[in-house]
């Protein structure tokens, strides 16, 4: 019977949405840390110290285009991380529907479209997916209808994907609790972290998702879930 390698993959050409901010920034970092090449697709991609492309994942079709050039211009692609999300808390009936659907598109829609057009590039290198779920896509709360909806839905994409690509890419989800970023700007006390809440670091998430992504040939790691120690949405 085959075994599994116990040698780690090397981490190669590595695309990340959201890759300029938060946790997608703290996953270049620790990808080039880790001797890997991050490639940064973000809606602002100012100040960058990776190779970097502006898109917006919800414009599926132009994301679409944009990474099969990505992946042609890199010479091909290793793993893809996808790390683009936002969030608009509220009642189901408070918030416009183009908000509500702005964040499933996003983190749904945005995260299909990406590892659909890096597909080719990853089949060929026998490459590695991490999508990015949420604590809020296995346990539902008040108010997050829409993100839940999307979150629960990345894990659903992501158990279906690896079914289909079984062998010959791996799949893994990551679902993280609140961490320290940006995230959280803008909202309301009602919505926001208190001061004394339990967020974890993202570059503690970011080292989570490189192991992930170097665990050796024939063994994957389907779901990884981070978070405080004392984070209380888990379980």
Do not use: C
């Amino acid at each position: 019977m085959p075994t599994a390698s116990t040698t780690p993959t090397p981490l190669g050409r590595t695309l990340i949405t959201g890759g300029a901010s938060g946790l997608g920034a703290a996953v270049a970092d620790a990808v080039a840390t880790a001797g890997g090449s991050p490639i940064v697709l973000d809606l602002k991609v100012d100040g960058s110290p990776y190779p970097a492309y502006q898109g917006d994942v919800t414009a599926t079709r132009d994301v679409e285009r944009l990474v099969a050039r990505i992946a042609e211009e890199q010479g091909g692609l290793d793993a893809v991380v996808t790390a683009a999300g936002i969030d608009k808390p509220g009642p189901l009936d408070a918030i416009s529907g183009e908000d509500w659907e702005r964040v499933v598109a996003v983190n749904l829609f945005g995260t299909a479209a990406v590892v659909r057009a890096a597909l080719p590039a990853l089949l060929e290198s026998h490459g590695r997916v991490v999508t990015v779920s949420s604590s809020l896509g296995v346990r539902a709360v008040s108010d997050a209808t829409a993100y839940s909806a999307s979150k629960f839905g990345v894990i659903g994409f992501s158990r279906a994907l690896a079914a289909e690509t079984r062998g010959r890419i791996g799949v893994t989800t990551l679902i993280p609790a609140g961490m320290k970023t940006r995230f959280f700007d803008g909202r309301t006390a009602q919505y926001a972290p208190g001061e004394d809440a339990n967020l974890n670091d993202p570059a503690n998430v970011a080292g989570a998702v490189v192991f992930a992504l170097s665990s050796p040939r024939g063994s994957e790691i389907r779901e990884i879930s981070v978070m405080h120690e004392e984070e209380p949405s888990w379980p």
